[in-house]
């Protein structure tokens, strides 16, 4: 089989029929299977699979279990030469799944790779960057990214189009496809990421290993983003930060990991304070919302260091 295709699910029941639809429809002779985990979503995302897709391996969980371990249960069964996370808030156009694995037969020392991701609306979105270093979130937080260049922009790798081949550092988990066998070299995603940071670790994984990281011109899906996690509130910022926060001190220790603690804290405390001041001199609902938002996350943020982490 060339390729196994792991969805994971938790309440985006209209998105993922529209996701598998474009899937079936752009396989363009690949021989695929599709297999879908859900997170115990209450949206009757089970019972479309079921209804729609009767081809669908369906995965039930009873409970969230997280990004990571979701997509490990579907690892274990996964039986393509490669295999492609690809999420359920996605469209794929084209031929772009024959394409990739196409690339990948050509370039056997590339062991994962990214396709030109787009937006809703038709703009490029912004996957395949640099690992968050401590320089690069430094620049991320004081918005210097905005002033561009190579140096400035280069967290997110702004002075590109995404428009020529590149290795990269990161690959989006949006679209990510891998060598079965590189799985089996570095293992499965790390389960104690739940949701943020375990593409990024498992890149990581993959440079140390030896193996190129590339973006490819080989075709575009699109990507709606946030079709989970805009659910979430100010929680998202929360388990964002400690993704990143977990990064670090699992791949540079204690001490980076604090300094990012700290940096982030600072960021989001700045932020309250900057909205909760717009709110009192007059406020409208949006700017009422995000005040609210940045103290809620300012007052839960000791949860963001991993072993508070829940």
Not at 268 to 294: E, K, Y
Request: net charge neutral; with cysteine.
């Amino acid at each position: 089989m060339d390729l196994s295709i792991v969805i994971v699910n938790w309440n985006t029941r209209d998105l993922l029929r529209d996701c598998l639809m474009s899937v079936e429809r752009h396989l363009c002779g690949v021989t695929a299977e599709i297999i879908v985990v859900d997170n115990a979503s209450t949206d009757d995302s089970v019972e479309m699979v079921k209804q729609l897709f009767p081809g669908v391996c369906l995965i039930v969980n009873s409970e969230n279990r997280g990004f990571a371990a979701a997509n490990n249960q579907a690892f274990r069964q996964a039986r393509g030469n490669y295999t492609l996370l690809l999420n359920s808030d996605t469209l794929v156009h084209g031929d772009v799944l024959l394409r990739s694995i196409q690339y990948l037969d050509a370039n056997p020392k590339v062991g994962m790779m990214g396709c030109k991701v787009l937006n809703g609306d038709g703009s490029t979105q912004l996957t395949c960057s640099q690992f968050p270093t401590f320089t690069n979130l430094v620049i991320q937080t004081l918005g210097a990214n905005r002033l561009g260049g190579s140096f400035f922009g280069r967290y997110q790798m702004l002075d590109w189009a995404r428009d020529d081949e590149r290795e990269v550092e990161v690959i989006s988990g949006c679209y990510l496809m891998v060598r079965s066998l590189v799985i089996d070299e570095i293992g499965y995603l790390d389960e104690a990421f739940f949701c943020y940071g375990e593409e990024t670790d498992w890149c990581r994984r993959g440079m140390e290993a030896g193996w190129k990281l590339k973006f490819a011109p080989v075709g575009t899906i699109t990507h709606f983003g946030s079709g989970t996690t805009s659910k979430l509130n100010h929680k998202r910022d929360l388990m964002l930060s400690e993704g990143t926060i977990r990064l670090h001190l699992k791949h540079s220790g204690p001490f980076s990991a604090a300094m990012v603690w700290m940096l982030l804290l600072i960021f989001n405390c700045s932020r309250s304070v900057f909205w909760t001041l717009r709110d009192f001199l007059g406020s409208n609902a949006d700017i009422s919302s995000r005040a609210q938002h940045f103290r809620n996350v300012v007052r839960q943020f000791n949860r963001t260091w991993p072993q508070l982490a829940k």
